[in-house]
């Protein structure tokens, strides 16, 4: 089944902004801390942002700053509000659980001129 569904992402200029959905099941949503992950080509997976379910978020140092974590508990989303974007922002970024190692499809965020 699918158990985690990402949306929002596109072109984008620098500077610019975007924000992310994902949309989990419940079984997932309701246990554990969700987060965002991105990953370039070529290039390593990065855990930018966490939320715990009472709220609690953390950042990674690249992204502090410029994006926001949120979730929505009565609708099993998460979201990933992205500000003051840069091309090395390019990426697919996934929903799902860090701690777990467990992601979504991904949705392309792709920042340029």
């Known amino acids: 089944q699918v158990q985690l569904v990402e949306s929002g992402g596109g072109l984008v200029q620098p500077g610019g902004s975007l924000r992310l959905s994902c949309a989990a099941s419940?079984?997932?949503?309701?246990?554990?801390?969700m987060g965002w992950s991105r990953q370039a080509p070529g290039k390593q997976r990065e855990v930018v942002a966490g939320?715990?379910?009472?709220?609690?978020?953390s950042y990674a140092d690249s992204v502090k700053g410029r994006f926001t974590i949120s979730r929505d508990n009565a609708k099993n989303t998460v979201y990933l509000q992205m500000n003051s974007l840069k091309p090395e922002d390019t990426a697919v970024y996934y929903c799902?659980?860090?701690?777990?190692?467990?992601w979504g499809q991904g949705t392309q965020v792709t920042v340029s001129s």
């Open positions: 799902g659980v860090p701690f777990r190692d467990y």
């Open positions: 419940g079984s997932i949503f309701s246990i554990n801390p």
């Open positions: 939320i715990t379910r009472g709220g609690s978020t």
